[in-house]
């Protein structure tokens, strides 16, 4: 079996985690009439009572400040159709086009619900864990919505953009 000997701890594991295959999400929010986003594939359930999902934003990133000022995040479960969404969220020199090219919709905690999502789901922060290079949030889930379209889910792994198959394997 292949070993990753030759690299350095962080850069073994970061070969790793590009095996795990995760579900594309679009995390926002807002703060006064600014929207801010950023793509993750860091989100996890945490609990189903209460409702709480569990988000990891790099402190450097300007949402990480945005939600820790307004404690509320929504995280937008991407469906395959937002692959053009997601590289302009991914781009920081496309940042003043984030908000513009999508159909948005304004949940009731003020922040934006993209019109590619499968599933948003809105937070209100319960608790933050500093960690390393990152904020670890876990979000108390105040509002699901499920539009009723259904779609294909956007999946990430090694470093390509994939979409499940019709059938489920058994």
């Known amino acids: 079996m292949p070993h990753l000997d030759n690299h350095s701890p962080a850069d073994a594991y970061r070969a790793g985690m590009r095996r795990l295959a995760a579900g594309v999400c679009l995390i926002t929010s807002h703060r006064g009439d600014v929207f801010g986003g950023m793509i993750a594939t ?17 402190r450097n990133a300007s949402l990480f400040e945005m939600i820790q000022e307004t404690g509320r995040f929504c995280v937008n479960v991407l469906a395959a159709s937002a692959v053009p969404i997601v590289e302009q969220f991914s781009s920081s020199a496309r940042r003043g086009e984030r908000f513009t090219t999508d159909e948005w919709t304004t949940l009731a905690s003020g922040s934006p619900m993209s019109a590619h999502a499968l599933v948003a789901f ?14 670890i949030f876990l979000g108390e889930v105040c509002e699901v919505l499920c539009p009723d379209s259904v779609a294909a889910p956007l999946l990430y792994m090694d470093q390509r953009f994939h979409q499940l198959g019709e059938l489920p394997i058994l």
């Open 42 to 58: 860091a989100v996890t359930s945490v609990s189903s009572d209460p409702p709480t999902l569990l988000i990891c934003v790099n």
């Open 122 to 135: 809105d937070c209100q922060v319960a608790k933050v864990v500093d960690w390393q290079t990152h904020g």
